[in-house]
């Protein structure tokens, strides 16, 4: 299986070029964030075109998610469990939940679309939600595979956070003053790994940036970030077979921000050639 996860920022805006990079890298699982527009405006038909199955998530024109599969797409989920909301100004435990999370059993992986908050700013309430955010998606995590250990499951999205200060290349992030770099969210990006999860990329790359603003020349001079990645269980991560950043999907007309995060499995059963045989 090749599975991808892009940040495509506008679904309308770029489904020709997001799916002509489906097809031209064999993506088998395409998980999509942003792509800010409810499911009745979803351009399935060119997806489907390309021999993909879509769920797709999305209340409005902000936010949304949305898996592409060459397989069908089994008990789709669109939180998870304890997954908290906001409205701004609302006063207790029942904000509406926003479109931030997609699942779908394919072929045995369980896969979840995710677009973390961004936090706006480290006093705003956003920033507080982002934090309660990732907490329930840790504890979520960690009952899912506690429920089931050898469950090869992906976290795979945006997750507005730069783990590592080599992860941040750009000038105007700036720890004390910005999120995505405060420690509390760097803190709550390791705990994940509690849950039983971790970073199955960087492990093969590094190095390497995968959000570009457009503002300021950032993508020509390479002030990006890392911010866009696949977390996998154990069994994922043990069938990891090869991985790469698409830098390039950064380059030509009216791109997205982000480039697609690529990682390929081999989820095929051991071999039990070697297993000895026993005669009655």
């Known amino acids: 299986m090749r599975l991808a996860t892009w940040n495509v920022n506008s679904i309308r805006a770029r489904v020709d070029r997001i799916v002509s990079f489906a097809e031209r890298e064999s993506i088998d699982v395409l998980a999509m964030q942003e792509i800010k527009c409810k499911p009745e405006q979803f351009p399935y038909e060119r997806f489907e075109a390309a021999g993909y199955h879509v769920e797709a998530h999305g209340l409005n024109q902000w936010n949304g998610v949305a898996i592409a599969s060459r397989e069908p797409l089994e008990d789709v989920q669109h939180a998870f469990v304890g997954m908290p909301g906001f409205q701004k100004g609302h006063v207790g435990d029942d904000a509406p939940q926003e479109a931030r999370a997609i699942s779908a059993l394919i072929g045995g992986v369980r896969v979840w679309s995710l677009y973390v908050p ?106 990006g970030i890392r911010i866009d990645f696949v977390l996998g269980s154990r069994a994922l991560a043990d069938a990891v077979t090869g991985a790469s950043i698409a830098r390039d999907e950064r380059k030509g007309e009216a791109p997205s921000d982000h480039v697609p995060v690529v990682v390929d499995l081999d989820l095929s059963p051991e071999d039990d050639d070697d297993v000895p045989m026993i005669f009655g």
């Open 118 to 223: 961004n936090g706006r700013s480290l006093n705003d309430p956003h920033y507080q939600y982002k934090l309660r955010w990732l907490e329930a998606l840790r504890e979520a995590t960690r009952a899912e595979l506690a429920a089931q250990p050898d469950l090869p499951l992906a976290l795979v999205g945006d997750f507005n956070i730069i783990p590592f200060e080599e992860d941040n290349g750009d000038p105007d992030i700036v720890q004390g003053v910005s999120t995505h770099v405060s420690q509390p969210e760097r803190d709550a990006f390791f705990a994940l790994e509690t849950a039983g999860v971790s970073d199955v990329v960087r492990p093969l790359i590094p190095s390497g940036f995968t959000y570009w603003d457009y503002q300021r020349l950032k993508f020509p001079r390479n002030q």
